[in-house]
């Protein structure tokens, strides 16, 4: 059974089952919004670097890992952000990296001191299949025969975010192109996602914040894909967290802001189907840094 589980997840990363939603995924998603949706770049007025690391099913061989990070900040002309993400992929034979450049520009409201941000994305997903790892129980699949080797896949996106200090909420397609991950094969290809987020922070008392979010991300031939978080702040410091993908996983998170400028979190959580039995479950860690240059210092916490 073991053999059999750990064949059909390398089958389905390796794009044989190519209606299947193939883009990686977080529990702590909301500190990687520029990762899905281009119109985030810029939009903490200060140039932020953010990285996660993500060990899926662990225990499990050839389980998920994941590593990403991003960069963006605002121009001098303020209405303009830039931003850059890598995101390195690998799960069984398949090892995928993403690189992309993105691009914003802001609307600002005065009155409610708000934003509407419009965000192009372009870059490249770098594609390795070693075909060798895998079980088949048919003799020469003719799916299986090659390896893939460095295969570049172009791609280009879009997204529109509307966002202020308390409240956001966007949608985006990070990648238009349904590009072969093989290079030839019109079945083996990158499907398309379409997300939608959703957020915002309330004031309970003095020292406590409740800040709830969503995402929810639609992939042709797979369920409907909804993450829901919350988490308690405490003192602008502190934040604990649940979060639950449906009908999928179950998790928590610990996240603690040392500085006005450095964050540190950490995030576990575990699957509700009958995979989890066997694996140790997963975990994240996540790093955040604001570059502040500005000498009055930073005015107001970030939450988002």
Request: cysteine-free.
């Amino acid at each position: 059974m073991y053999k059999i589980i750990i064949t059909l997840i390398g089958l389905l990363s390796s794009g044989i089952f190519s209606w299947a939603q193939q883009d990686p995924q977080f529990t702590q998603y909301f500190d990687n919004t520029l990762f899905i949706n281009s119109a985030y770049a810029g939009s903490r007025d200060m140039l932020n670097v953010t990285a996660i690391h993500r060990e899926q099913w662990a225990g499990f061989d050839g389980h998920p890992r994941t590593t990403t990070i991003g960069m963006h900040t605002p121009l001098a002309y303020r209405s303009v952000g830039l931003g850059f993400s890598a995101v390195n992929d690998a799960i069984g034979p398949l090892n995928q990296t993403m690189v992309n450049l993105d691009f914003s520009y802001s609307l600002r409201f005065k009155r409610s001191k708000s934003k509407l941000s419009f965000g192009l994305k372009a870059g490249a997903n770098i594609i390795n299949v070693n075909s060798s790892e895998l079980e088949t129980t048919t003799g020469n699949d003719g799916h299986l025969m090659n390896n893939v080797k460095n295969n570049v896949n172009p791609n280009f996106g879009f997204g529109i975010l509307y966002h202020s200090d308390r409240f956001f909420v966007g949608a985006s397609i990070p990648k238009l192109l349904q590009n072969s991950y093989d290079g030839f094969s019109a079945s083996n290809i990158e499907i398309r996602h379409y997300y939608a987020i959703i957020g915002g922070v309330a004031t309970l008392s003095d020292q406590w914040k409740l800040r709830p979010t969503a995402q929810v991300k639609i992939a042709e031939g797979s369920p409907l894909s909804v993450d829901l978080s919350a988490a308690f702040i405490h003192s602008d410091k502190i934040y604990l967290g649940a979060m639950y993908r449906w009908d999928a996983a179950a998790g928590v998170f610990f996240q603690i802001q040392v500085n006005p400028q450095f964050k540190v979190g950490l995030a576990t959580d575990f699957g509700v189907q009958e995979i989890r039995t066997y694996n140790e479950g997963t975990f994240e860690l996540m790093l955040s840094y604001d570059f502040n240059f500005n000498r009055e210092g930073i005015k107001s916490p970030r939450y988002f």
